[in-house]
């Protein structure tokens, strides 16, 4: 058993067996895209294109408004139809671009390589990885420009690739190492050129011995000149957390309320790796991702390159439609991803999987009152008090809330998972959360 792990934190059945190894395969060209202008941590885009503008593949369509934000590209050539609001993934409908997909993937004359890693300086390393509308893939969706341009005063001596992938039934980071490891490798060192950091970690746990091999290979035959070792951790979730990942690779610790870069680390997602290295090889934006497909509710389950703006429903439809007794469908994994009302909604650049469910997986249980156990506070892996934030909640009392310190929480779901009595704390901390950073903003 390896020791590099973190205090806390559960051990749930996996169920990646369906695509675990399973080649990545390119998904159909939808007839339409549906492109939100919202698709990263911060402020959303304007519309840089308007209805009965012909696009090509990787024009930009949506401009930033903000530092915080991405730019985002047209995934299909064809034709604007609309632009309007549309269902989003995280809930709200937002401005969407609608374009028809001529079918002829006709690419924008700008997407060209850029000069070798070799010859490019850190500036410029950010501002590619900032045309690109790279972002954190990891589900958090962090502008990854961002991330690679820390406060003067801040010295990043750290890059930390996240291969754990411990969120249960997703297989697409583990994909990613088996068949690209090496621009993962080549992501990494660009992330380090950029930040001038001197050593480069890749996490994975322990269940997945393929992807540490394959990585450790990458690295011998393309890491030349960068100090990058590949740590096998405990499998054990949630191990790719960022905070429990510095502190399983590093034994920092990153204190309450501070952002990685407080311990001179920074985190990025193998799928951003593999982004950055096209953008900097080819000149190519971030306008598809690979994304995991499965769960008992799909007939067909596999790991498919899927266009930003795809439809959900268009996505499952490839994979031989949902069973007869798909009953709930959710976007990422079961423990941090979100429910959908519908499968009418498009796939974005957090997207990292599609589990449908069946009605064996999902039981209606009575909510009891607590019962004083504990378990939520032993599994906790930020060693804060669930129970207390969660009933503090659900009492609407969301100054005793943020005082329990639930601003701190990063709703992986170790609480609810374990409760006996089934209360659903992340929920209830989730609300608080969303309260208390509306009242923040007044």
Same mark, same amino acid.
């Given at each position: 058993?390896?020791? @590099? ?80 609001? *549309? ?20 690419? *924008? ?9 070799? #010859?490019?300086?850190?500036?410029? /390393? ?77 996490? /994975? ?46 034994? @920092? #610790? ?32 971030? *306008?598809? @991702? ?28 490839? $994979? ?59 599994? $906790? ?27 701190? $929480? ?6 609810? *998972? ?17 309260? /208390?950073?509306?009242?923040? @903003?007044?």
């Amino acid at each position: 058993m390896s020791e @590099r792990t973190f205090v806390g934190g559960i051990h749930p059945s996996y169920f990646k067996e369906s695509t675990a190894g399973m080649p990545i395969a390119p998904a159909r060209s939808p007839s339409q895209v549906i492109i939100p202008l919202h698709q990263n941590i911060g402020a959303p885009c304007e519309a840089t294109v308007k209805v009965g503008d012909e696009v090509k593949i990787g024009q930009k369509i949506g401009e930033p408004k903000g530092f915080v934000s991405a730019p985002i590209h047209a995934s299909v050539s064809g034709k604007v139809i609309k632009i309007e609001p *549309y269902n989003h993934p995280l809930g709200n409908p937002v401005n969407a671009v609608f374009i028809e997909n001529d079918g002829q993937d006709t690419p *924008y004359e700008v997407m060209k390589p850029n000069k070798p890693l070799e #010859e490019l300086t850190p500036e410029e /390393i950010i501002k590619i990885s900032k045309e690109a509308g790279l972002v954190g893939l990891g589900g958090a969706t962090f502008p990854t420009h961002v991330k690679l341009s820390p406060p003067s005063d801040i010295v990043i001596d750290t890059v930390i690739i996240n291969g754990a992938e411990c969120e249960p039934f997703l297989t697409a980071d583990h994909a990613l190492m088996l068949e690209r490891a090496d621009d993962i490798v080549y992501g990494l060192k660009a992330f380090m050129k950029a930040l001038r950091a001197t050593k480069g970690i890749i996490g /994975i746990e322990d269940n997945k011995p393929d992807a540490v091999e394959s990585m450790k290979r990458a690295i011998a035959e393309g890491g030349g000149g960068y100090d990058i070792e590949v740590h096998t951790l405990h499998t054990k979730y949630p191990q790719g957390a960022e905070k429990m990942l510095i502190k399983a690779t590093t034994g @920092r #610790e990153v204190p309450p309320g501070a952002l990685p870069m407080a311990v001179s680390v920074v985190n990025q997602n193998t799928g951003t790796a593999v982004a950055m290295a096209e953008a900097i090889k080819l000149g190519k934006p971030l *306008y598809e @991702r690979v994304v995991t497909i499965t769960g008992p509710g799909v007939k067909e389950p596999a790991n498919l390159i899927v266009r930003n703006g795809t439809l959900v429903k268009d996505i499952i439809e490839q $994979c031989g439609g949902m069973t007869d007794d798909a009953r709930k469908l959710i976007l990422g994994g079961p423990m941090m991803g979100l429910a959908q009302p519908t499968d009418d909604v498009p796939a974005i650049k957090g997207t990292s999987g599609i589990l449908i469910l069946t009605a064996e997986y999902v039981k209606d249980y009575s909510i009891a009152p607590c019962i004083k156990c504990g378990k939520c506070v032993e599994v $906790c892996p930020m060693n804060l008090l669930p129970n207390f934030i969660g009933s503090a909640s659900e009492k609407e009392n969301m100054d005793l809330a943020e005082k329990y310190g639930a601003m701190d $929480c990063f709703e992986c779901g170790c609480c609810t *998972y374990t409760c006996p009595a089934r209360r659903p704390l992340v929920q209830w901390i989730r609300i608080a959360k969303g309260e /208390i950073t509306a009242r923040r @903003r007044k």
